[in-house]
């Protein structure tokens, strides 16, 4: 598409400006709806979270309430939690087993795959003439990676293989790293003041660490013998900062392929029983990805297009000033208890809405926000500058990679994709990355 | 209540009473931001346990509050309850700086006697928190405790916090319960 025909030019690519209207217009967020949650491949749930047949999970796409069923033969759907006679919600639960789903209005019940099968009053009230196999309730398309469901309402869109692209080359070394898969446990749910796009933003953010967690830092370095993040650390730090199709993320090197991951819930204190873990499993792992992949990286901070942050966590937009906020936590199913623990421990006290890292996230990400809200503060843009013209390909990694791991680079990239969605006809006008990354190994996108 | 007397002789009322005022105290101490003073109403062994509270139809309510092993709001020992306080003192805590104002009233407490002298007892809270200039939250929920007596005081080993929401409506709980 002519750039002239572009409808919305909110990052500019040369100066790093990005028009902060993004964040507070109205308009613009109903236009989101549409155009991206209404567009992309949304991660909704995880196998996990309906283990047996007949399971459901409540969800969100977009700020469309979503029913995840299993149904009796075990097939997942994803189906829009509106009764197709008044538009009631069907399932008012977040969780539960149920073959059937009952509209508490007038009673029209619908199968777990969907089908209006009972009208009260069908040959009554209706004399015979409703069609019911016309009332199936409105069913996006669902597609699994490694276990984690992702849904579309989209006909036109890319498969979802396509639609990650390279960047599952970088998400394996963390969500399909071993035979048993993952499991994951939460959400816990909490409202935050902020635009959906400032949490994910803030995933490709290593800049705002050492100042906005500072007070974390300072204490799970005293309490749990840590070493601490430093900006000097950061600046110089050779891991990779890589916007690969549309995703962010950041991938940090591993000392030796037994190296505990850097992650919250792991100390000084438990260190070895990680590294016996990571030892013990590397050969099942470097069958899985190869070698690099298996032993030498980590996946540290990372998004998905649109609203995936940092692992399996999910920032629900809930108005251009409002996002509702799922916290999950991803294990590996093989882990011993002791090591799931801590991981759950961990990622659960900093992070979630009384983590110590996150809980200090929010009053800035709302700052970021409301800074659009009046004429005159809209007139001064955001600063995306940092790291101009310093990133490109790299031979050992996909994607377009920043020079350093502090960089503004990925957050560029998220507004030019986010302007790409926006200014798109159909999934015609969104690009694509052909995929051309080596995936050593047996894993595949479905595990 | 009735004068019921425990093993030991001590009336029910006179135990209501004291754990009363254990609570009353508490309560202020959170509010003073005497947090130093409040971690020391714990043991060195506490377990401190905020669950999820799931909103869930009748049929499924075993399922309404998660478990240890799900995800939890909060799920503390000692050493994770003392990061939360030592954190505030690095004076760049940004969430609690400046403070939250907060007001926790606590009430409806009933004593359970355990064997060995512990106690059991369950409260109900409000708390009330003014945070910047116009953020404000009310949190209501209940509070399970254990305690046990050290060195002539009681001292709490394990909490239990059931918060009423499902969806948390702040942004955050940097505040404690």
Known sequence: ?447 | MTAQTFEDGVSQIELWHELMQFYINEAWLLDDRKFREWLDLFTDDVFYFMPRRLNVGRHDLDREVSEVGDLALVEDDKTYMTMRVDRLDTGMAWSEDPPSRTRHIVGNLVIEPLPGGDLKSKTAFILYRSHHETDENIFAGSREDHLRNEDGRWRIYKRVVVLDSNVILAKNLSVFF
């Open chain 1, 1 to 447: 598409m002519a750039v002239s025909n572009k409808k919305y030019n909110v990052i500019d690519l040369e100066t790093g400006k990005l028009d902060s209207r993004i964040f507070s217009d109205p308009d613009i967020y109903q236009e989101e709806l549409e155009k991206i949650f209404g567009r992309a491949w949304l991660m909704i749930g995880h196998d996990s979270l309906v283990p047996e047949v007949n399971d459901f999970f409540h969800t969100y796409m977009g700020e469309d309430p979503v029913i995840l069923t299993k149904d009796d033969k075990g097939k997942i759907h994803a189906f829009l939690n509106m009764c197709r006679h008044r538009g009631n919600r069907i399932v008012r639960a977040d969780i539960g087993n149920a073959k059937n789903f009952m509209c508490s209005y007038h009673g029209w019940t619908y199968s777990n795959e969907g089908d209006l099968e009972y009208v009260p009053g069908e040959e009554e009230a209706y004399y015979g003439a409703l069609d019911r196999k016309s009332f199936h309730l409105v069913e996006a398309r669902v597609e699994t990676y490694a276990g984690i469901v992702f849904a579309t309402w989209d006909p036109g869109a890319p498969s979802l293989d396509e639609y990650l692209g390279d960047a599952r080359w970088g998400l394996d070394v963390f969500f399909n790293r071993l035979d048993s898969g993952t499991e994951v446990v939460g959400p816990v749910k909490w409202i935050e003041p902020i635009n959906w796009k400032t949490a994910v933003d803030n995933c490709s953010d290593n800049y705002h660490v050492p100042t906005t967690h500072l007070s974390a830092i300072i204490v799970q370095g005293r309490h749990f013998g840590l070493p601490r993040t430093t900006h000097e650390q950061q600046f110089e730090s050779p891991n990779k900062h890589l916007f690969i199709n549309g995703h962010s993320l950041t991938l940090r090197f591993l000392e030796r392929a037994d190296q505990a991951r850097q992650t919250h819930g792991v100390t000084q204190e438990n260190r070895a029983l990680f590294e016996e873990y990571y030892r013990e499993t590397l050969p099942e792992a470097e069958r899985r990805l190869g070698s690099l992949r298996a032993g030498k990286l980590q996946l540290g901070n990372h998004s998905l297009f649109p609203n995936g942050v940092l692992g399996f966590r999910l920032a629900h937009p809930r108005g251009p000033l409002e996002t509702e906020f799922w916290h999950f936590v991803v294990l590996e199913k093989g882990m011993p208890d002791e090591i799931k623990r801590a991981l759950r421990i961990g990622n659960g006290n900093f992070n979630g809405v009384a983590g110590i890292f996150e809980q200090d996230d929010m009053d800035n990400w709302r700052g970021v926000t409301r800074s659009s809200l009046t004429p005159l503060a809209r007139k001064y843009s955001h600063d995306l500058s940092m790291g101009l013209g310093r990133a490109g390909s790299d031979p050992d990694f996909p994607g377009t990679v920043a020079e350093r791991y502090t960089s503004e680079n990925n957050q560029r990239n998220f507004y030019r994709r986010w302007e790409e969605f926006m200014n798109a006809e159909d999934w015609a006008d969104i690009p694509i990355e052909p995929v051309t990354a080596d995936f050593e190994g047996t894993a595949t996108l479905n595990g």
